[in-house]
């Protein structure tokens, strides 16, 4: 269905049915702004799912880099004589790899690392190697090792991409680095380590970054990626995840204290979603902990969101352990309470905290500022409630100000959130964290959930969301279409929706288990969908409170005889802006009229800039060949007197940004 048929058909349509000419007429009140909008408003929730932290955003382009996949050599390819010892210097991965010479001059010994799916490495640009190592124990004479990045499946010199030699002259565990800049590109590259010398070597934590990380961090995240994350300007940053901070048992949950510290010694996690859909299966799927909970606090900063953590209840993936015995008794949750105690030092401790010292020599002296928390992701059933009430009463003990983050479980309605949110109220958690993937059906006729909102007790974080197309689970217009459309309730209910946050936010194009998403990337290049643009697109046009808007006295939500409209407003105090958010997701161009009502004699509408979304064919989206496709298209825009007329075509997402000025 393309945008030109839809618009001929409609035509057609119009000259014979008056019906099509009616204006919708919308009124505006400016006068009285009503609920702040929070700043925390639009935010991101990462989760590292389709491979969005190891082999996305975290720059790190060795995979096992340290040996401690269960299966030790996994990614790897060996030749020559190669060993697995397990004494190596960093307690948490005491693994490493030990090269000797093959007993011949024509042999060769060595090891190549395949990376996430290749690695993806740009001609001119300055990639960092480095290795723990030493010469092998008794030894006397320095080790030689040559480092190369070549195409994959070659060994001639002239697939070699860039190549260095490094003497091993010490005796201890020492890092070395090196620099490597290839000529050309390639996505699929392979790092080589040939041993060079008659003498061995030991090698440990054999790591490759590209030099230019965002923001230069050395233990860095690649930079298109986290550019746009901080390009949607999001107001919260929720991390680890999801199912992940669950774990499949206690023993994989995201433990955030393995997270923290010397890079080189944070223990390796399984991560749940190799084996999630056997459809979709990646046994070669961990968490190195590279990325973790500084770097999430850092990257929080940099971006400009406010972090949120969220920490294990003690209650493994529900989904996944129907016995009790696989969780934690309440009466043993203490370790895990104080781990969310600890996680509060860590971030906002001073200096000479136990664990505020553990940031400051991580390099961040000054605290993090962190003020939300969430305990435990979507849990549902009696145990719930039963473990998140003695975190709580401590958290409120030692933080009073902290707000906490409960859950409704996995559903956006249904027994389980009928249950859970009076439980939620009688916890008195600050904020309440909704999860839904749902339809094309729930999300059209979703425009006005928030209205009925009880407006005492706990506010909303829709902490997961994300339109599921029936039959079209993947990324498409429509669907981001619709999420705007949802929005607009979000928005109009700002009272008692405080945060909002897509899901997932990554997805790398060939180690994907979860769609749709927000960004897709491949090893070279990035691409922001649809939903990304009409997140963008609302938390760059959040306005500072709520307008009333309404069409023949109702919210604009898709209602009967609004033709497939929903609308929001705003108003701005910081440059005195109007600004006016209409979807429209019928297939009929909708001509309307909008009066601002309200206005003192002294002031005046001028034009702004009309933002507009919206496509040809809306079951397309963009992709890594034609990322351009669907971005939002920015226009003057002029008013008369109090009001503005125009018409919204079909299938689009309309931002109207007007200044108020004194004339
Ligand atoms: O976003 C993917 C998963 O969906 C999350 O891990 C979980 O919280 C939800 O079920």
């Not at 269905?1 to 000259?15: D, G, K, N």
């Not at 990045?149 to 005796?171: C, F, G, I, Y």
């Not at 010292?357 to 719930?384: C, D, S, T």
Request: with cysteine; glycine share 8%; net charge neutral.
């Amino acid at each position: 269905m393309t945008r030109y048929t839809l618009l001929f058909a409609a035509a057609a349509l119009a000259s014979g049915l008056a019906a099509n000419a009616q204006v919708n007429e919308m009124r505006v009140d400016v006068k009285k702004p009503g609920a702040p909008i929070q700043p925390t408003m639009y935010g991101l929730f990462f989760e590292d799912i389709n491979y969005g932290a190891d082999g996305g955003l975290y720059a790190e382009l060795v995979k096992n880099r340290s040996f401690e996949f269960p299966q030790r050599l996994m990614a790897w390819k060996t030749f020559g004589r190669v060993e697995v010892l397990a004494d190596g210097p960093f307690e948490r991965t005491p693994h490493y790899v030990r090269l000797s010479s093959p007993g011949h001059p024509h042999k060769r010994t060595g090891v190549e690392n395949e990376g996430y799916f290749g690695m993806g490495v740009k001609a001119g640009e300055a990639y960092r190697f480095s290795v723990w190592a030493r010469m092998a124990q008794g030894e006397a004479s320095p080790s030689k090792i040559r480092v190369e990045l070549a195409k994959p499946n070659s060994s001639s010199e002239r697939h070699t991409l860039a190549a260095q030699a490094l003497t091993v002259d010490a005796k201890e565990w020492k890092k070395y680095t090196l620099t490597l800049t290839p000529e050309v590109t390639e996505a699929k590259a392979v790092l080589r380590i040939f041993l060079e010398s008659p003498a061995p070597v030991d090698l440990e934590h054999i790591s490759l970054f590209p030099a230019a990380t965002w923001q230069g961090h050395e233990n860095g995240l690649r930079r298109d990626l986290a550019q746009a994350l901080a390009d949607v300007k999001p107001g919260v940053l929720r991390f680890p995840g999801g199912c992940i901070v669950e774990g499949t048992d206690l023993a994989t949950r995201y433990d955030w204290k393995k997270t923290v510290g010397p890079v080189e010694n944070r223990p390796l996690n399984e991560n749940r979603w190799h084996y999630t859909f056997p459809h979709r299966f990646y046994p070669d799927y961990y968490q190195s902990g590279g990325l973790g909970f500084y770097e999430f606090f850092l990257l929080a900063e940099e971006i400009g969101a406010e972090p949120l953590p969220v920490v294990s209840c003690g209650l493994a993936c529900q989904f996944q352990n129907s016995s009790p015995e696989a969780h934690v008794p309440v009466q043993d949750l203490a370790p895990y309470i104080q781990d969310a105690l600890d996680l509060i030092e860590f971030a906002n401790g001073n200096a000479s905290s136990a664990w505020g010292k553990v940031r400051a020599e991580m390099g961040h002296p000054a605290p993090f500022n962190l003020k939300l928390i969430g305990i435990g992701n979507e849990q549902w059933g009696a145990e719930y409630p039963a473990h998140l009430e003695p975190f709580v009463k401590a958290i409120r003990k030692a933080y009073p100000s902290i707000k906490i983050i409960g859950s409704s479980g996995p559903d956006s309605e249904g027994q389980q959130f009928d249950y859970l949110w009076p439980e939620m109220r009688r916890l008195k958690v600050d904020l309440v964290d909704e999860h839904f993937y749902r339809p094309e059906s729930w999300f059209l006729s979703q425009g006005a959930r928030y209205d009925r909102y009880d407006r005492k007790g706990p506010k909303v974080f829709a902490g997961e969301y994300a339109c599921h197309g029936k039959g079209k689970k993947w990324n498409h217009f429509y669907a981001s279409l619709l999420e705007a459309a949802f929005m607009t309730g979000l928005e109009r209910n700002a009272d008692v929706v405080h945060m909002a946050t897509y899901a997932p936010l990554f997805a790398h194009v060939e180690g994907w288990q979860w769609r749709p998403d927000m960004i897709w990337f491949d090893n070279l290049a990035s691409v922001r969908t649809a939903s990304y643009y009409v997140q963008q697109l609302y938390a760059l046009n959040r306005g500072s409170h709520v307008l009333p808007l309404t069409m023949s006295q109702k919210p604009v939500a898709g209602g009967e005889n609004q033709n497939g409209l929903f609308a929001s407003a705003a108003w701005e105090e910081k440059d005195n802006a109007i600004i006016v958010k209409v979807v429209n997701t019928s297939n009929k161009p909708q001509p309307i009229s909008i009066a601002f009502a309200g206005l003192k004699k002294t002031e005046a509408l001028t034009g702004g800039v009309c933002i507009k979304l919206y496509t040809d064919d809306v079951d397309m989206d963009n992709t890594i060949e034609h990322p351009q496709a669907i971005v939002p298209q920015e226009s003057p825009l002029s008013v008369s007197g109090s009001a503005l007329s125009t018409t919204v075509e079909a299938y689009t997402f309309a931002v109207y940004r007007l200044l108020k000025t004194k004339n």
